[in-house]
């Protein structure tokens, strides 16, 4: 039996975004988060099948668009990647807002403006456009806060670090530099792909943060390693990791949205300033700190990450039950 993924394909700065816009299932739930956990249990070999190997890899990220379950959103999306169905993620969003409009797949109800219900919530969006090209997308992100500061564990062969937990619609572990971590360039992508597993891992070990709002979304899935700013006109740079091999090479609409709660409650941030991080590649978000906002009895901040994205083409994949890698595969 083959079934048939009907996809646009591009990336929002660098980071890959897969748009399933045809092959999509049929879900139960009377929200988001309710249908993101009938997928899980009876779909999860879409994401595998279509993030992994041998028709993904490592950073494959996209998703669904469905019918919104509420009357004042415009549309739902339901997060596939390696790393599972997140409850949020900002480079996905910008791009697939950006392909779905350009695809005349999602209609404003009011121009340069949309609505959209995500697993984590409720987001707003405002996007600028030139005829049927996007230019740039701004997420006004669900709330975030930090969940926890000064967490220690030590990482064998590199020494102890104090990490704290921010939730910017995914729980991240957030490394400053600080001991041995003296800075992105200084350690590379595959010794901070091999750290962060084991930072992952104990962190897992040592703390779980909770959603004070919602408690299926719960515990550190991401790691932020952050750093100095390398280009002009950048305030930060970062190398978040997700997945079990991924670096995301766009900035990270969550962990940048983390990031800026982090910098908020550090007093290094407030209302009203803007944030430009770099990514591991050097690509750009522009962040800012839109309000303070109470979460479930937490302070936390909204906060807006700007950015765009391109498509790279239309691409029709098969799922053969016959392939004996069908489900995909990760090494
Ligand atoms: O942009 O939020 C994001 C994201 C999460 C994981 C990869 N990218």
């Known amino acids: 039996m083959r079934h048939t993924f009907f996809c646009i394909d591009g990336h929002t700065a660098g980071n890959p975004v897969r748009l399933v816009t045809g092959g999509a299932p049929l879900l139960r739930g009377t929200n988001m988060i309710e249908r993101r956990q009938d997928f899980l249990a009876r779909f999860d070999w879409i994401r595998t099948g279509l993030c992994f190997e041998p028709r993904g890899h490592d950073m494959m990220s996209g998703g669904f668009l469905y019918p919104p379950t509420r009357e004042d959103a415009d549309c739902g999306i339901l997060f596939i990647e390696t790393s599972g169905c997140l409850p949020m993620c900002g480079h996905g969003t910008i791009g697939m807002v950006t392909f779905g409009l350009e695809n005349g797949l999602i209609t404003p109800r009011e121009p340069g403006k949309l609505r959209i219900e995500v697993p984590a919530g409720l987001i707003d969006i405002e996007y600028g456009a030139e005829g049927n090209r996007v230019?740039?997308?701004?997420?006004?992100?669900?709330?975030?806060?930090?969940?926890?500061?000064?967490?220690?564990?030590?990482?064998?062969?590199?020494?102890?670090?104090?990490?704290?937990?921010?939730?910017?619609?995914?729980?991240?572990?957030?490394?400053?530099?600080?001991?041995?971590?003296?800075?992105?360039?200084?350690?590379?992508?595959?010794?901070?792909?091999?750290?962060?597993?084991?930072?992952?891992?104990?962190?897992?070990?040592?703390?779980?943060?909770?959603?004070?709002?919602?408690?299926?979304?719960?515990?550190?899935?991401?790691?932020?390693?952050?750093?100095?700013?390398?280009?002009?006109?950048?305030?930060?740079?970062?190398?978040?990791?997700?997945?079990?091999?991924?670096?995301?090479?766009?900035?990270?609409?969550?962990?940048?949205?983390?990031?800026?709660?982090?910098?908020?409650?550090?007093?290094?941030?407030?209302?009203?300033?803007?944030?430009?991080?770099?990514?591991?590649?050097?690509?750009?978000?522009?962040?800012?700190?839109e309000e303070a906002v109470d979460v479930g009895g937490v302070p936390g901040i909204i906060p807006s990450i700007e950015g765009s994205a391109i498509a790279t083409g239309f691409n029709t994949i098969w799922i053969d039950r016959e392939d004996p890698f069908w489900a995909g595969f990760s090494v």
């Open 135 to 289: 230019r740039w997308v701004r997420i006004r992100n669900v709330p975030a806060y930090v969940a926890a500061t000064g967490v220690q564990i030590d990482v064998p062969g590199f020494g102890p670090l104090s990490i704290d937990v921010s939730y910017g619609g995914n729980y991240y572990a957030i490394v400053e530099p600080q001991g041995a971590y003296t800075g992105l360039d200084d350690l590379g992508a595959s010794r901070i792909v091999e750290l962060s597993r084991t930072v992952r891992t104990l962190m897992q070990a040592a703390y779980e943060p909770i959603h004070p709002l919602d408690d299926r979304i719960r515990g550190v899935t991401h790691v932020l390693w952050a750093d100095k700013p390398r280009g002009e006109g950048a305030d930060g740079r970062n190398a978040v990791f997700y997945g079990e091999r991924a670096i995301d090479r766009s900035p990270c609409g969550t962990g940048t949205s983390a990031r800026l709660a982090h910098l908020v409650h550090k007093g290094v941030l407030k209302v009203g300033d803007r944030f430009v991080h770099e990514s591991y590649i050097g690509s750009r978000f522009i962040g800012r700190v």
